[in-house]
């Protein structure tokens, strides 16, 4: 299981069927047609995932120098702004996934061990979004300011652990239209 792990993990959390919930999944699916270096992994930890994904590694002797996780979070900003925090800066029971599991416990015991950063974007809109099975549309989820936030998150993330961005645009297109990477400025808190 040592090579589920890098020194780099970006972990996106959330759903996409709740609307700006899909926020850290669609970050992850641009960093994904970016050219990383092997010391970077990227996951979509999706619903549940983020529980059991940050309760693992407080109990693995992962060889993780930085976490960088993407979610929405409400800090009262305008929809679509980023906001960087780390989680002292959580308020308790700020911070839970779809289950009600508690995330800053886990994250607490892993701030010991490895840097972590949560780069927060502020939703507009979490309720059920009007996806169809039929869609093969993957710009379904997020509403306009959080869609314009992803290229600026991508931005931060590869910034927040050193990679130089030139070093990672591919010819690839996201599935928002614009080459992985465009940006349309976001403000950052």
């Known amino acids: 299981m040592s090579d589920w792990y890098a020194e780099f993990m970006i972990i996106g959390c959330g759903n996409p069927l709740q609307t700006d919930d899909g926020f850290g999944p669609a970050v992850i699916a641009d960093m994904k047609k970016l050219t990383l270096p092997e010391n970077v992994k990227l996951i979509d930890a ?10 693992l590694m407080a109990q693995s002797n992962a060889p993780v120098k930085r976490v960088v996780i993407l979610d929405i979070l ?52 979490t309720e059920i979004s009007q996806i169809t099975n039929e869609s093969q549309d993957s710009d379904y989820w997020v509403t306009e300011p959080v869609k314009k936030a992803i290229p600026r998150a991508v931005h931060l993330v590869l910034d927040e652990i050193g990679v130089d961005y030139g070093t990672t645009v591919g010819s690839q297109e996201t599935h928002y239209g614009r080459r992985a990477g465009d940006t349309e400025v976001t403000t950052e808190t």
Not at 49 to 55: A, D, M, R
Not at 85 to 111: A, C, F, M, N, R
């Open 46 to 55: 999706g619903l549940a995932g983020p529980h059991y994904l940050f309760t």
């Open 74 to 125: 409400d800090f009262g900003g305008d929809p679509g702004q980023i906001t960087r925090i780390t989680p002292d800066l959580l308020p308790p029971g700020s911070y839970t996934d779809p289950h009600s599991w508690g995330l800053k416990e886990p994250l607490q015991v892993l701030k010991h061990r490895m840097d972590i950063v949560i780069f927060g974007c502020q939703p507009q809109n």
